[in-house]
Antibody, heavy 114, light 108 residues
Framework: VQLQESGPRLVKPSETLSLTCTVS????????WSWVRQSPGRGLEWIGY???????NYTPSLKNRVTISVDTARNQFSLRLMSLTPADTAVYFC?????????WGQGTPVTVSS | SYVLTQPPSVSVAPGQTARIACGGN??????VHWYQQRPGQAPLLVIY???DRPSGIPDRFSGSKSGNTATLTISRVEAGDEADYFC???????????FGGGTKLAVL
């Protein structure tokens, strides 16, 4: 199983971050898929997960700004994070699972700066 | 929100045994998962559901739990085991996935 994140590396404050995770070697169905981010100041932080049928669960602190969606036809799932601030600067990982995360992408660094 | 506490660092000589602790309130009622993260790499699951080891993980890695503390034990430590180690649980009360702050394992 391989996961690969893609998306912009630099976004401006107040804008929306959009990242996609492409899964190969496994089907999106029927598994759970998560987004996690990591920054020096906040450590590892789970953002949320999506089930292949579209059901989602988000960490309470980001629930108002985040949307995770799935495209089973393309074997991809995506993250949208709105109203960005510099505190959202981090390495963003996609991973398989909703409890233990057994496969991870390599991570993509995202900087929020004007 | 739920908090998992880990020591910032642990040091061990090659060939010795490293023990990394993870503490949390009512941890005995939760399943603990452990990850290894080498510099510049993604986390790697090394122990899941307290004691299980994914395929491909050496049997030198083991997990245990007693009361409010979970422990990752690495036997016969090698230089390649030098990494950050994170514990993780699912907090069902808040529907939230929680990571510990991480422990840096130094192999002397």
């Amino acid at each position: 199983v391989q996961l690969q994140e893609s998306g912009p590396r630099l976004v401006k404050p107040s804008e929306t971050l959009s990242l996609t995770c492409t899964v190969s070697g496994d089907s999106i169905s029927p598994s759970y898929w998560s987004w996690v981010r990591q920054s020096p100041g906040r450590g590892l932080e789970w953002i949320g997960y999506i089930y292949y049928n579209g059901a989602t669960n988000y960490t309470p602190s980001l629930k108002n700004r985040v949307t995770i969606s799935v495209d089973t036809a393309r074997n991809q799932f995506s993250l949208r994070l709105m109203s960005l601030t510099p505190a959202d600067t981090a390495v963003y990982f996609c991973a398989r699972g909703a409890r233990d995360l057994d496969h991870w992408g390599q991570g993509t660094p995202v900087t929020v700066s004007s | 929100s739920y908090v998992l506490t880990q020591p910032p660092s642990v040091s061990v000589a090659p060939g010795q045994t490293a023990r990394i602790a993870c503490g949390g309130n009512n941890l005995g009622t939760k399943s603990v998962h452990w990850y290894q993260q080498r510099p510049g790499q993604a986390p790697l699951l090394v122990i899941y559901y307290d004691t299980d080891r994914p395929s491909g993980i050496p049997d030198r890695f083991s997990g245990s739990k007693s009361g409010n503390t979970a422990t990752l034990t690495i036997s016969r430590v090698e230089a390649g085991d030098e990494a950050d180690y994170f514990c993780q649980v699912w907090d069902s009360g808040a529907d939230d996935l929680i990571f510990g702050g991480g422990t840096k394992l130094a192999v002397l």
